[in-house]
C-alpha cells in the first residue's frame, strides 16, 4: 500500500507511506523511518525535500518474494508573488501614505509583515502604510495548488523641507516689508498663500496686523509651510 501525493510544491517535503510487506529497501538514505504500527503491522516513511520531479524505487521484502515499485512525485512551482503600488514610484513624504497590493497570489491568501518582524500586520490582498522611516514590506501568498512564496517592497521616506520666514515682525502702517522664504532644503516650488505668488521673496505694502503664510514644495514632492505675524503700527499723528 502507498501513500503518496502526486505533487508537492517546490522546495517542500514529500512525505510517502508504504506499508504491505516485512521489509523495506529505498534508492535513497534520505530521510527514511521504518515503524510499527499498533497493530504490529510495520510500514516506512520517506522525506525528502523536492526541487524537481522525482521517481523513487522502493523494494518491498517478504518472506517469499521482493518486489519493486516506482513512486514518481512531481514538482508544483512557486507562485510569482508581487507587490504593485498606485503611486509613480516607490517614495513617499513622511507622513503620507502608500498603497500596496499583492498579485499573482489567490484573493484572501496574503499576510503582510515588516521585514525582520515577527508578527503580521494585515491579512487583506491590499494594505495602506505610513512608515516614518525606510521601510521593507513582505507579503507571503499562496496559489491554487497551496504553494506560497513571498515579495518584497522598499517603501523610501523622505522628510519634509525646512522653511521659515524671514521679515520684520512690526512696521508702520502703509510701508511695505520684504518677506522671504528661507530653506536649506532644495525648493522646487514657493506659493504665499495670500497672494499666489510664487516667488521666495515678496514685498507687501502692511495696512493692518496680518499672518502671512507660504507654502515650499522640494524635489522630491514633499511639501510644507510657515507663518509669520507682522504688526501695523499706527502712524503718529
Known amino acids: 500500500v502507498v501513500e503518496a501525493p ?13 506499508s504491505g510487506a516485512d521489509s523495506y529497501t529505498w534508492d535513497t538514505n534520505e530521510g527514511v523511518s521504518d515503524s510499527t504500527d499498533a497493530s504490529g503491522k510495520k510500514y516506512t516513511i520517506i522525506k525528502e525535500v523536492l526541487t524537481s ?20 512525485v ?18 513617499i ?9 499583492g498579485t499573482n497570489g489567490k484573493s484572501g491568501s496574503y499576510i503582510w509583515y515588516e521585514k ?25 501568498g499562496e496559489d491554487a495548488n497551496g504553494c506560497r512564496n513571498t515579495a518584497e517592497f522598499d517603501v523610501i521616506v523622505n522628510a519634509l523641507p525646512d522653511v521659515e520666514i524671514d521679515g520684520v515682525e ?10 522671504t ?8 516650488n514657493y506659493n504665499w498663500k495670500h497672494s499666489g505668488e510664487a516667488l521666495s521673496t515678496i514685498t507687501v505694502e502692511i495696512l493692518q496686523d496680518q499672518t502671512f503664510e507660504v507654502e515650499v514644495e522640494d524635489l522630491n514632492g514633499c511639501k510644507n509651510t510657515a507663518t509669520h505675524n507682522v504688526t501695523a503700527l499706527d502712524i503718529p499723528t
Open 53 to 72: 520531479d522525482r521517481t523513487f524505487t522502493v523494494y518491498g521484502s517478504t518472506a517469499s518474494c521482493e518486489t519493486a515499485l516506482d513512486i514518481t
Open 6 to 18: 502526486q505533487n508537492v510544491c517546490y522546495g517542500t517535503e514529500a512525505r510517502i507511506v508504504v
Open 170 to 179: 512690526s512696521i508702520c502702517k502703509e510701508e511695505e516689508i520684504t518677506l
Open 116 to 140: 525582520g518582524a515577527s508578527e503580521s500586520f494585515s491579512q487583506n490582498d491590499d494594505v495602506i502604510v505610513k512608515p516614518t522611516q525606510n521601510t521593507t514590506y513582505v507579503v507571503e
Open 93 to 101: 513624504c513622511i507622513y503620507d501614505g502608500i498603497q500596496l497590493k
Open 74 to 91: 512531481g514538482i508544483w512551482e512557486l507562485p510569482s508573488i508581487a507587490i504593485t503600488t498606485t503611486n509613480p514610484n516607490n517614495e
Open 181 to 188: 522664504a528661507v530653506s536649506q532644503s532644495n525648493i522646487r
